[in-house]
Nanobody, 115 residues
Framework: QVQLVESGGGLVQPGGSLRLSCAAS????????MGWYRQAPGKQRELAAKLTSGGGTDYAESVKGRFTISRDNARNTVYLQMNSLKPEDTAVYYC?????????WGQGTQVTVSS
């Protein structure tokens, strides 16, 4: 079983930055994909960024050049650095881990971009 705990959300003005953290615990397969998804009110959950166990990354077009996903293996933590935030980035952000053992989600953290 894997547990994911997100932190770092909050209220920020347009153009500002936030860093989200996702701490993973439990038994984690050697091969996995970790990602950050987001869900805005009235919209479907969508992928923002993902990172494979091999180090590959992928980003939604809407966040390319502004968001960076990274990890700290020693801390079993994945980060999402979000810069140049826009009001349309407002959403609940969820951490996800997918491996052969299952598909796991965190509880979500709210990000609100507003002046």
């Amino acid at each position: 079983q894997v547990q994911l705990v997100e932190s770092g959300g909050g209220l920020v003005q347009p153009g500002g930055s936030l860093r989200l953290s996702c701490a993973a615990s439990g038994t984690i397969s050697r091969l996995y994909v970790m990602g950050w998804y987001r869900q805005a009110p009235g919209k479907q959950r969508e992928l923002a960024a993902k990172l494979t166990s091999g180090g590959g990354t992928d980003y939604a077009e809407s966040v390319k050049g502004r968001f960076t996903i990274s990890r700290d293996n020693a801390r079993n933590t994945v980060y999402l650095q979000m810069n140049s935030l826009k009001p349309e980035d407002t959403a609940v952000y969820y951490c996800n881990l997918f491996s052969r053992d299952g598909n796991y989600w965190g509880q979500g953290t709210q990000v609100t971009v507003s002046s």
